[in-house]
Nanobody, 124 residues
Framework: QVQLVESGGGLVQAGGSLRLSCAAS????????MGWFRQAPGKEREFVAA????????YYSDSVKGRFTISRDNAKNTVYLQMNSLKPEDTAIYYC?????????????????WGQGTQVTVSS
């Protein structure tokens, strides 16, 4: 069983920064793609960023490219999302999830384990 626990969300003013963390249980964390998704009230869950199992490849949605950075520390079983230049439209619940092994995926259908989410609120 894999458990994912997000932390680091909160309330921040527009233009500010937050760093989300996702701690994973399980010995096979390092073999899997990891991703971040978000869901705003009344909207569908959307892809934010993904990172390959080695960390050498990353992929971002157009809406966060250049502002957000995904990274991972396989020794700590943790994946991070550094969010800079935050905008009110970034307000959402942010979820981390485990993707396919040895790959990189952007569709939520390719992710099998999900965290409980952490709220990010950006005020204008």
């Amino acid at each position: 069983q894999v458990q994912l626990v997000e932390s680091g969300g909160g309330l921040v003013q527009a233009g500010g920064s937050l760093r989300l963390s996702c701690a994973a249980s399980g010995r096979t964390f390092s073999n899997y793609c990891m991703g971040w998704f978000r869901q705003a009230p009344g909207k569908e869950r959307e892809f934010v960023a993904a990172i390959s199992w080695t960390g050498s490849n990353t992929y971002y949605s157009d809406s966060v490219k250049g502002r957000f950075t995904i990274s991972r520390d396989n020794a700590k079983n943790t994946v991070y999302l550094q969010m800079n230049s935050l905008k009110p439209e970034d307000t959402a619940i942010y979820y981390c999830a485990r993707g396919p092994p040895y790959g990189l995926a952007v569709s939520f259908r390719d992710y099998d384990y999900w965290g409980q989410g952490t709220q990010v609120t950006v005020s204008s």
